[in-house]
């Protein structure tokens, strides 16, 4: 499975937004909550699972949309499952490492 990848990097540290491929342009809503899966915000190159999971373990703050790039994400550790967000059946989760 491949997913989208953008990872910015400024001055106050490492962004990584993953989504998983197909998602891209599709909004997601969960009661009065909505999810935009932007191709301006999620939009980076299609990637690995493996190359994602690298990134997102350098990251700072990370976005992540979808069943295989979170799963994938909570298996490594690099984010916790309770923090995980349905919409509509689309998981979402967002990181911040202080």
Known sequence: MEVHLRVIQDRRGILVAICDAGLLGQTFRQGKMRLEVSRE???GPLSSIEAAMEALAGADVANLV???AIK????KGLVDSE???DFGGIPHVQ???L
């Open 66 to 68: 979808g069943e295989a």
């Open 72 to 75: 994938a994400a909570v298996e």
């Open 41 to 43: 915000f999620y939009g």
């Open 83 to 85: 923090a995980v967000i």
């Open 95 to 97: 990181m911040v490492r």
